[in-house]
Each structure stands twice: as C-alpha cells, then as structure tokens.
C-alpha cells in the first residue's frame, strides 16, 4: 500500500528503466481495454492484468519487459506473476504517463 502511494507521486522513472524503454524492451500496459483506450504508450502491448496469466506462454521469457499501469499497483502484481512463471528482466514502470514521458 505504501508503495503505490509513493508511486502516485513519482514524476520520473530511474535511469535503468527509461535505458530499457528506449533500447526497445517489450511495454506491457496491464490496465483494462477501457482504460488503454483512454491513452497508452505508442508501441505497447495492452494485457489486462486479468488476462495476463492466459497470455504468458506468448512471450519470450529471455526478452526485457517493462510493465505498467496507472499506479503500479498492477504491474506489480504482473510483475510477481510472471516472475513465477521464469520471467527475469522485469522493470515495473508504474505508469503509463511516466513510461510515456520517458520515451520523449
């Protein structure tokens, strides 16, 4: 709880994250349809948390992703799920509005 707070307030992503983001890791937006709609991050992939554990046989377990949401509450979860499942070069980007800002 304390980290999604701490996330709400966040205005830029560290160094390693925004490196990942412009040497083309995979951007993974686990928000709704609904919500990616509303904005997202050109070149991203929407999975809906939700659907997230359907859809993780898909990807390359050996590729970089950079996970994201509106809080980084989800992408947390996201984060944890596929960690467990042999995933290794994870970065949680928190928002989509950061991840955005990043790649300008």
Not at 21 to 47: M, P
Not at 51 to 62: A, H, P, S, V
Request: charged letters at 30%; one cysteine or more; a positive charge.
């Amino acid at each position: 709880m304390f980290q999604t707070i701490m996330n709400l307030f966040k205005s830029e992503l560290d160094e390693e994250i925004v490196s990942w983001i412009k040497d083309k890791a995979i951007l993974i937006d686990v928000r709704s349809e609904k919500e990616f709609r509303t904005g997202y991050v050109a070149g991203s992939i929407n999975i809906p948390l939700p659907e997230l554990r359907k859809q993780i046989n898909k990807l390359n377990r050996k590729d970089r992703f950079v996970i994201y949401c509106r809080s980084g509450n989800r992408s947390g979860a996201a984060i944890d799920l596929m960690k467990s499942h042999g995933f290794q070069y994870l970065k949680n980007g928190i928002s989509w509005r950061l991840v955005d800002k990043a790649l300008h």
